[in-house]
């Protein structure tokens, strides 16, 4: 019987497939107390089952040290790095040797408990993305269950695969399709399982949970497969070997489609996938509109890796490197100088003379360095020490910082943004730490190149006061994640109030046309780098209020790009104009 799962949709296209399932790796846990004899005994054995997780993941990691690029994204190596580092998170181990001390809880139990714990910090965190890495916490936790019980990591077992490529081959045997592709069930994926999902043959894939910035998400968006996750329950409605189809476009899971469901969507996957060849023919076709308006695409980044993928969809620059990305997971040792500008180097090499905007930190109370800073006495993190805040309360840190970014500045064109500025102490404070880097390298005689200084708005407080800002700056780019957040009192963490999270508002288009307008009027450059830069139905309305530079996701860029070349500039004008005026921006922008 035909029924449909609905998920999140977060990588585009229609796959068609039989099932190959993978249950839930969840573990039973006993729980029962030790005696004070046994303590050394139980940290013994946590000891043990980490240091073999530990030795799995560097096992993985060789393995793909053997593979070609082309078989393994970038994304997973730098997810096995998290795993690492979560494994020698020394909150995780030292809470959990205090429960075993402490309350003679078993190893088992113990380390459950601290789970429960850090779960509970990540999903109080404001950052979508930052809080989703609750997912790779519970997964080590649980690789560090089986460990101490003899039993094998829940990656697809080899045993399964063998069986999905008998029964793809007995398909092709019997005529019922050419080539049989197989999409995978699960609970979860890990990034050990997304390995070895990408050296067997499925097309696609389907999970119980995960959201639309999970690891999942991002590893099936770098490899350009069908995905839905966050489908509830799917794991256990889906049965081994049925006919599913995963539309990634709609976040819809289809099982046992009829023949006619399975025709229709036949259709739909080959449209799709000449699209995809459309778009990449204006791979290096300027972005430019239809009344002759240059508009620049750019591409946001977390690691210097990502300018390759940037390059391969024709961004013309960095808009974003989110450098945070460095500092995550250090166990109390940030990176240093040369770590970080050898990382800054390679970013803007990697991007062959084109520009690198690289944001400093943003991470502060609301965000896991894994060094024990956080305090759970911030019960709304969002607004506490973070991003500059939390830069400036750690000069040290900072000017270390800055002197990285700047000697990278000698290798190419090189940007600085700021985050979360919204005083202007914290302004003069930022430049003269600048200042102080600077006069530093003078000192030591190490070279460093020119640099644009920029902030982000995104704190309605900034959006007010732009005439302060661009004295200091020269050029803006527009958080609109976090200016949506805070100009609606929306914590995008509540799921109650996610639903008024709400980019079309009016009072966020207004910050954000002031802004455009103000930067244009000066002459200073904009842009927008938050989601609503990638999101192909506000395209035209920011072209109309006059946004000439966008930055997103590499995936999003050519989508984006067809979208400018349809456009003519001075006829959105005018609309864009009703739209903002509008009560209800979305009924225009819908109905046009």
Known sequence: MTFSIQGLAVARGIAIGRAVLVASSSVNVAHYFIEAGQIDAEIDRLRLGRNAVVDEIHRLQASIAHMSPKDTPHELAALLDVHLMLLQDEELISGVKHWITNRLYNAEWALTTQLEIIARQFDEMEDEYLRERKADMEQITDRILRAMQ???????????????????????????????????????????????????????????????????????????????????????????????????????????????????????????????????????????????????????????????????????????????????GRQGKLPDEEEQFQAYKRAVEGMKGLPVTIRTVDIGADKPLGDGREDAAHLNPALGLRAIRWSLADPSMFLTQLRAILRASAYGKVKLLIPMLAHAHEIRQTVALLAQARAELDAKGIHYGPLQLG??????????????????????????????????????????????????????????????????????????????????????????????????????????????????????????QTVLAHDEPALLLNAA
Not at 512 to 535: F, L, P, R, W, Y
Not at 559 to 568: F, G, S
């Open 150 to 328: 003899g039993q094998p990591s829940p990656v697809i077992p080899p045993v399964l695969a063998r069986s999905a490529r008998k029964a793809q081959q007995q398909d092709r045997l019997q005529g019922d399709m050419q080539d049989v592709p197989l999409v995978l069930v699960a609970h979860d994926l890990s990034p050990s399982d997304m390995l070895q999902f990408k050296q067997s043959l499925f097309a696609g894939f389907v999970t119980d949970v995960g959201g639309k910035t999970s690891h999942t998400a991002i590893v099936a968006r770098s490899m350009d497969i069908p995905a839905v996750v966050g489908a509830r329950l799917s794991s256990h409605l889906v049965r081994q070997d049925d006919w599913v189809i995963i539309d990634g476009d709609a976040g819809v899971v289809i099982v046992d489609p009829s023949p006619i469901i399975l025709d229709e969507y036949g259709f739909k996957q080959r449209q799709g996938e000449l699209e995809r060849s459309r778009l990449s023919r204006i791979r290096n076709t300027p972005a430019i509109s239809m009344d002759a308006q240059k508009v620049e695409l750019l591409a946001n980044i977390e690691m210097p890796e990502d300018t390759a993928a940037a390059l391969a969809v024709g961004a013309v620059g960095v808009g974003l490197f989110r450098s945070e990305f460095l500092f995550m």
């Open 455 to 576: 902030a982000m708005i995104e704190i309605p407080a900034a959006a007010l006061m732009l005439k302060v800002f661009l004295k200091y700056f020269d050029f803006l780019s527009i958080g609109t994640n976090d200016l949506i957040q805070y100009t609606l009192a929306i914590d995008r963490a509540d799921e109650s109030v996610a639903h008024l999270y709400d980019p079309l508002h009016p009072a966020v288009l207004r910050l954000v046309a002031d802004t455009i307008a103000e930067c244009n009027a000066q002459g200073k450059g904009v842009s927008v780098c938050g989601e609503m830069a990638g999101d192909i139905s506000l395209t035209r309305l920011l072209l109309g209020l006059g946004l000439r530079s966008f930055s997103m996701h590499p995936a999003q860029i050519l989508a984006v790009k067809q979208e400018i070349l349809l456009a003519n500039t001075r006829e959105l004008q005018a609309w864009a």
